[in-house]
């Protein structure tokens, strides 16, 4: 039986008061998972990390002056203030892991200012005129199994994915030109194992909000783990291998991209 694979290890959010960089820098294994390391059944925090990671501060996810920053210990009751005990907006967009961030549910800071930081990109570019979108992908990121995260799985997303009619019926109205329903998709350019390009026919403004806190989108869109969903796909799985799993998921006969969804 193939096991799902879940989302990017991003042990890549490291609080930490007044850091600037986690360079050189010593790590603490939670002790939750102290006993799994001992075992061997989880690499150390050093080899869970990615070269560079994101480091959270005031202003990142929340916006400065909503949250103290300090030092604390593991455990105990996370309390908040809100009217509904199971829901909170602010805690919900922390926990979300979008290609960008942007502080809190509005993605502004208290002065109205808009600081949208890297989170799975370290670093991107934008053209003067709003057409180009250059990202980078932090070096050293995994999936939940292990592999390697790079534009291997950028250039599945939007190849096998968002071009596939089964699987993308109608693509998507924020991944066209200036957000238009009508207007052209987006196309991709891969320029290195980290690093790729989104362009657009026509000028996109908010293309880089839509990345960061609009609809609280993740990274699944634009990235996907190949080296696993490849097995679910015809293009690298003939169907009649498929069969029987899409029978085991009790779905018809060649109902190859319900049996995908299901596994994505």
């Not at 096991?3 to 790590?27: D, E, N, Q």
């Amino acid at each position: 039986m193939i096991r799902k694979v879940g989302v990017i290890l991003l042990g890549v959010a490291i609080c930490l008061l007044g850091a600037t960089s986690a360079l050189a820098m010593k790590y603490n294994e939670s002790p939750m998972l102290k006993t799994k390391v001992a075992a061997g059944l989880l690499p150390p925090v050093e080899e869970r990390l990615p070269e560079e990671p994101m480091v959270v501060g005031p202003g990142v996810l929340v916006p400065k002056g909503n949250l103290d920053f300090e030092i604390g210990q593991y455990g105990g009751t996370l309390r908040s203030v809100q009217p509904d005990p199971e829901w909170n907006p602010d805690i919900f967009v922390m926990c979300d892991e979008p290609l960008l961030c942007a502080p809190g549910i509005l993605g502004s800071d208290i002065d109205g200012s808009v600081p949208i930081k890297g989170n799975i990109v370290d670093d991107f570019k934008v053209s003067d005129n709003y057409k180009v979108f250059t990202f980078h992908l932090r070096k050293g990121l995994k999936w939940s199994d292990g592999h390697p995260v790079t534009t291997e799985d950028v250039l599945f997303a939007y190849e096998d994915v968002l071009l596939n009619e089964k699987l993308t019926p109608i693509f998507p109205q924020w991944l066209r030109a200036a957000n238009k329903p009508d207007g052209e998709p987006m196309k991709l350019e891969v320029i290195d194992d980290y690093t790729f390009r989104i362009k657009f026919a026509e000028p996109y403004g908010g293309f880089l909000d839509q990345l960061a806190i609009l609809f609280w989108k993740g990274y699944t869109d634009l990235i996907k783990p190949k080296h696993y969903l490849k097995n679910f796909h015809v293009r690298y799985t003939p169907l009649e291998k498929l069969e029987p799993l899409i029978k085991e998921e009790g779905l018809a006969k060649g109902e190859w991209w319900t049996l995908f969804n299901k596994k994505d």
